[in-house]
């Protein structure tokens, strides 16, 4: 099967590099946003992300006629389906995040009227076990008229199959090509002919499994960095109360040949580390015990943070007898999710920033050498410089290890630092 037109549905960090590697590789292709901002951008050659290298590929693969971005899907050999899957609104405090399908529901309804005998339809957004399963039967119901592999097997009219997508942020292109891929397919040929379509541009293996076990995979490598990064945040804990530098212990640890720790931090972050791992214990909440404890870990760590910084204010006043909570001044060092990136969605260090905006009275300065201007949304903080937060604060918050940040040193009394940068 030769896929001549791919589409992808749904344009954001994952789907518009993909669209954008399977363009410059020679596909013709179609993606699909429902948003005409993004998709007017795109058609322009311009990109509304921001990804290293990929503003470059997207304008020459819209200058070649490769890639065209529309609002209403069109008729393809291939469709990946790359939209979000969040979480269900949260009824009661304490309650399990329950995944939200809506948009895989949303992106399937929408390109059944244009599937055609012999197409190809792939769910590459991260979803709970089962989900994949989900989407065929949606297509399924919409499309009485073709016939589906969950009931028809190999003789089925369409291919499906489930591959998550893997890539860390900030290395989207080079980890497109180099990573491996997971291919769950609903039967053999689903996965042969997914197998083929990725490796119009995949150097890495492309290892076939069941949808079931590909979904598993996904969720099972984020929660295992969250479990690992629980680990490295509930130490920092216990070594703030024993009196114990946690970067130090955790380097001398490293040094044994089997021990990896990973780095503590103000929380974990992102959209994908921090959510995954609900799709895990919401299915099995009996049984994901240790994955569940993680995320009560790593959530709960920017409030250690804030509290952190209420003390730091307390001792403020106590040596400055003559100073009120108003005339002290907070810098935030770091806002987005994770070092040398711009991505505010998600960030504890952003939530720890709104927070000690709205408890202090003083000035809450924020350093974010990534972004111009904060988002309106972000109310009493300041966006300033690190060398005016260095000189005019006098609490000093480590909250991101940007580049920016780390060759910089100076002497202060009080200094809270999340990211072991400038101990
Ligand atoms: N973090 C720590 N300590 C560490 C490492 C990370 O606190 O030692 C924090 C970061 O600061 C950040 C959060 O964890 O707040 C997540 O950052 P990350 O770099 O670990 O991961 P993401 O969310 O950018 O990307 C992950 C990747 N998954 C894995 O490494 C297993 C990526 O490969 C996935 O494609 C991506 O999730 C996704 O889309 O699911």
């Known amino acids: 099967m030769a896929f ?13 590099p993909t669209a954008a590697m399977f363009a410059a590789y020679g596909k013709n292709v179609i993606g699909v946003d429902v948003n005409q901002q993004t998709v007017d951008i795109i058609n322009s050659g311009k990109i509304h992300i921001v990804e290293p290298e990929l503003d470059a590929i997207v304008h020459k693969a819209v200058t070649d006629g490769k890639l065209k971005a529309v609002t209403q899907p069109e008729s393809a050999d291939a469709f990946l389906i ?14 399990i995040p329950q995944p939200d399908l809506k948009y895989i529901e949303a992106a399937a309804k929408s390109i059944a009227p244009v599937l055609k005998r012999g197409d190809l339809v792939i769910l590459e957004s991260t979803s709970p076990v089962g989900a994949t399963e989900q989407m065929a039967a949606w297509l399924a119901d919409a499309r009485t008229d073709l016939t589906f592999p969950e009931i028809n097997g190999e003789e089925s009219d369409m291919r499906i199959a489930h591959c998550p997508e893997r890539v860390l942020p900030g290395h989207v292109v080079r980890e497109l090509v180099e990573n491996d891929r997971v291919i769950g397919g609903l039967t053999a040929k689903c996965s042969e002919q997914s197998v083929e ?13 069941n949808s079931r076990t590909a979904e598993m995979a996904k969720l099972t490598e984020n929660s295992c960095r969250d479990v690992q990064i629980a680990f490295a945040n509930e130490l920092s804990i216990i070594c703030d109360e024993l009196d114990i530098n946690v970067w130090e212990l955790i380097s001398l640890a490293n040094r044994h040949p089997r021990i990896n720790i990973l780095q503590p931090g103000p929380g974990v972050g992102g959209h994908c580390i921090a959510v995954d791992p609900w799709f895990i214990v919401s299915k099995t909440p009996e049984q994901a015990e240790l994955i569940h404890a993680a995320r009560k870990v ?13 003390i730091a204010i307390a001792d403020v006043l106590q040596e400055n007898p003559s100073k009120t909570a108003k005339d002290v001044t907070i810098a935030c060092y770091g806002l987005a999710f ?4 711009d991505d505010l969605r998600e960030s504890p260090a952003l939530q720890i920033a709104q927070n000690i905006a709205k408890l202090h009275s003083g000035r809450t300065f924020a350093i974010e050498p990534n972004i111009k201007l904060l988002p309106n949304y972000l109310e009493n903080i300041e966006l300033v410089g690190t060398d005016i937060a260095i000189e005019e604060a006098d609490i000093h918050l480590m909250l991101v290890d ?5 060759d910089k040193h ?14």
């Open 410 to 423: 100076f002497n202060a009394e009080f200094i809270i630092d999340t990211k072991g940068i400038w101990g």
């Open 197 to 209: 379509l990725y490796k119009t541009f995949v150097q890495g293996d492309c290892v076939v499994t």
């Open 82 to 95: 790359a939209v979000p899957t969040p979480f269900l609104p949260i009824q009661n405090e304490g309650d």
């Open 4 to 16: 001549e037109t791919v589409s992808v549905i749904g344009l954001g960090y994952i789907g518009l």
């Open 338 to 341: 994770k070092a040398d990136i």
């Open 402 to 406: 940007h580049k920016e940040f780390k």
């Open 298 to 310: 790593n959530d709960a760590k920017p409030q250690w943070v804030i509290d952190k910084v209420k």
